[in-house]
């Protein structure tokens, strides 16, 4: 234990501004370094006999990755004072509740192992990896179900809502 205090206390200035290059934010440097430090100590045991610091540097640089990709699928956060009262309260229109019963109509007529998958990715915001965990399949396994899967929503979206021309009723004025 006294090693591994040794050796990473003189790192912790060099991680926090590698953090803070990367990240551009000091609260966010110091919570990724922090996450970072907690995945250390609970893995030092098992890793191999390689230099430590390249080793922290390496859990330190992918955890960012894993926070950008993150927030690029999650999108800019807004503080509430800043947006316009009118974005709180907007009416769904027709087409949007028609839409949102379609999709949830197409999603029920899935397979159940395709329509976890979606929901497992696209509902809770899991990473492929973590996906791939919690079914208990190989990576390469949840990347084809979610592409059937799209495929096969897509498809049914379509169906429910696209009508050819000649198939749209004539109306009519009758006096």
């Keep these: 234990m006294e090693n591994m205090l040794a050796?990473?206390?003189?790192?912790?200035?060099?991680?926090?501004?590698?953090?803070?290059?990367?990240?551009?934010?000091?609260?966010?440097?110091?919570?990724?370094?922090?996450?970072?430090?907690?995945?250390?100590?609970?893995?030092w045991s098992g890793r191999k006999n390689e230099?430590?610091?390249?080793?922290?540097?390496?859990?330190?640089h992918n955890l960012a990755i894993n926070?950008?990709?993150?927030?690029?699928?999650?999108?800019h956060a807004v503080p509430l004072e800043d947006l316009p009262e009118q974005s709180f309260s907007v009416a769904a229109s027709q087409e949007d509740t028609i839409f949102g019963k379609e999709v949830l109509t197409a999603l029920d007529r899935l397979p159940p192992d395709h329509r976890g998958i979606i929901l497992l990715i696209s509902v809770e915001d899991?990473?492929?990896?973590?996906?791939?965990?919690?079914?208990?399949?190989?990576?390469?396994?949840v990347m084809s179900r979610l592409s059937?899967?799209?495929?096969?929503?897509?498809?049914?979206?379509?169906?429910?809502?696209?009508?050819?021309?000649?198939?749209?009723?004539?109306?009519?004025?009758?006096?």
């Design 126 to 141: 899991l990473s492929y990896a973590e996906a791939a965990k919690v079914l208990g399949v190989p990576l390469g396994t």
């Design 51 to 60: 230099d430590p610091r390249t080793w922290v540097f390496t859990i330190l």
């Design 148 to 175: 059937r899967a799209r495929e096969q929503l897509k498809a049914m979206l379509e169906r429910s809502t696209i009508q050819p021309e000649a198939d749209k009723p004539f109306l009519r004025r009758v006096k």
């Design 67 to 75: 926070r950008f990709r993150q927030q690029t699928r999650r999108g």
């Design 7 to 43: 050796q990473l206390e003189p790192m912790i200035p060099a991680l926090r501004r590698y953090a803070r290059g990367l990240l551009r934010d000091v609260e966010a440097a110091d919570d990724l370094v922090q996450d970072c430090l907690e995945r250390v100590v609970s893995n």
